[in-house]
Every structure is written in C-alpha cells, then in structure tokens.
C-alpha cells in the first residue's frame, strides 16, 4: 500500500513558539492531503484541506492564522502551529489519497505536547 | 443527529470469538465505505475498502455494506490479542468532488487472552 510518514513524531514546546510538522507521501504523489487532530479516545477531526499549489481548505472553527498549511510539493505538506497553547496540545495526522483511488493512506501521527 | 453514528464501546470478547462492529450513518450520498484500525498513539490504518453495496472479504475480516438500511458491518473472525485496537469507520461521497472523510467515533476492542 501506499506510504505515508510524518515528521517529527512527536515534539514538546513551550507556550508562545511555532511548531512545523511535515507529512510526506513516499512513493505516490499527492494533489491533495487532509489534516486532522485527535483528542484522547476521541475521533479524528479534520483541520483542513491542503492543496498543491493553492491555498488550504479550513474546516468551519479553524483557524487559518494559528494554523498554517503549506503544500510546496507533490509529495510535501507542512503544518504550522504558531504561537502554540497548551490547549493545542494534541495528536495531529495527516492522510493522503493514493493516486488513481479513492483510499487514504494515514501517517503515524505527531504528538504535540505544549508547556 | 451525526452524520456517522457508532458505538464507542469499549467491547471486550474472548480470544477466538467473532466480533461483529457497525456504523449506521444518514447520508445517502455515501458510496465508498472504509474501516481503519488504529492502535494507541499510532495512524490509522486502512483493513477495508468497499464501494457501494455487498460483502467484501479478506482473510479473517469481512466487510458488508447495505445502503437500503444506511448500515455497515466489520466482522472479525478468530479474534486475537493483537487486534485489540480502536476500530473507526469512514465513509466518503466523491461526487462532491472531494475525497473528505467523514469518520465514526471508534469502537475501541479488547480481545482478551
């Protein structure tokens, strides 16, 4: 199946600073690639839309400011989350649809622990 | 009412014993259907892909969809330890022209040894 990683897995900040988290498709190339966030033993929540070469699609309560998306590549998405809270504190995915089908393939997550 | 509707469980069955998980959801528009597994702190990971209506079977899972009663099914034969996990269906309508998601809340399963 198609593969998908994210980078770092998992990241403590302090209150205040920028955290980027990096989602790569390794061997497909991805038009398209979805952001989520999931809360402890709560399901994933899409954050937005990242589109290669356009500007993201944000899910009606998100804000596009704190949450900054870039899709500088077929393969490459970022996700930025400025001046990070603690109640940003959450596990982030990425997702991607292989090409040619209507599946997504999921990285492993990040883990996002602000101070 | 939620669009997709499933019950978080948890369940917990013996090794061996069949589970049955289901997600009942209200859009008819709906016409893939997908059931991920996921561990604890780890990305989903896709068991099962079905379009439209039927069965679809892959080794111990097998995956049924029927559209008329808006009702999907994972069955899981022999269960074991190691498919104790967070279950989450998904399902998608790609004439929207998009290939978002909508998930269930997760059946999180224990086979117990």
């Known amino acids: 199946g198609a593969v998908v990683s994210q980078h770092p897995s998992w990241v403590i900040c302090k209150s205040g600073t920028s955290v980027k988290i990096e989602c790569r498709s390794l061997d497909f190339q991805a038009t398209t690639m979805f952001w989520y966030r999931q809360f402890p033993k709560q399901s994933l929540m899409l954050m937005a839309t990242?589109?290669?070469?356009?500007?993201?699609?944000?899910e009606q309560g998100v804000e596009k400011d704190k949450f900054l998306i870039n899709h500088a590549s077929l393969t490459l998405s970022t996700l930025t989350v400025t001046s990070a809270h603690p109640e940003d504190s959450s596990f982030y995915i990425c997702s991607a649809p292989s090409t040619g089908t209507d599946t997504q393939y999921f990285g492993p997550g990040t883990r996002l622990t602000v101070l | 009412q939620k669009e997709v509707e499933q019950d978080p469980g948890p369940l917990s069955v013996p090794e061996g014993a069949i589970v049955s998980l289901n997600c009942t959801y209200s859009n008819s528009a709906f016409q893939y259907f997908m059931w991920y597994r996921q561990y604890s702190r780890k990305g989903p990971e896709l068991l099962m892909y079905t379009y439209s209506s039927g069965n679809k079977e892959d080794g111990r899972f097998t995956a049924q969809v029927d559209k008329s009663s808006k009702y999907i099914s994972l069955f899981i034969r022999d269960s074991q330890p190691s498919d104790s996990a967070t279950y989450l269906c998904?399902?998608?309508?790609?004439?929207?022209?998009?290939?978002?998601?909508?998930f269930g809340t997760g059946t999180r399963l224990k086979v117990l040894a």
């Open positions: 990242s589109n290669e070469g356009s500007k993201a699609t944000y």
């Open positions: 998904a399902m998608s309508d790609t004439t929207s022209g998009t290939y978002k998601y909508i």
